[in-house]
Nanobody, 124 residues
């Protein structure tokens, strides 16, 4: 059974930073690529960033490039999302997800396991 738990969300002011963490309870974490997604009220879930099983390939959505950094520690079964220069439009519930059917996933349907999410609110 795979379980994911996100942490690190909260309320920040525009321009500030947050670091989200995802802890995975899974037998072999390195079997999976990992993605961070977000969903704002009334909007579809969208990808934020993704990282290959060994960290050799990373993907960022255009609006996150240069502001967000994804990293993973396979020894600790964790994936972090460091977010800098947060904007009010970054306000959303952030989810981490694991997938195994591809080398890297870019859409929600390409992931197999999801966490419950953590709320990030950026005040203007």
């Amino acid at each position: 059974q795979v379980r994911l738990e996100e942490s690190g969300g909260g309320l920040v002011q525009a321009g500030e930073s947050l670091r989200l963490s995802c802890a995975a309870s899974v037998r072999t974490f390195s079997d999976y690529f990992v993605g961070w997604f977000r969903q704002a009220p009334g909007k579809e879930r969208e990808i934020v960033a993704a990282i290959r099983w060994d960290g050799s390939n990373k993907y960022y959505a255009d609006s996150m490039k240069g502001r967000f950094t994804i990293s993973r520690d396979n020894a600790k079964n964790t994936v972090d999302l460091q977010m800098f220069g947060l904007k009010p439009e970054d306000t959303a519930v952030y989810y981490c997800a694991l997938g195994w059917r591809y080398s890297l996933g870019y859409a929600p349907g390409e992931y197999d396991y999801w966490g419950q999410g953590t709320q990030v609110t950026v005040a203007s």
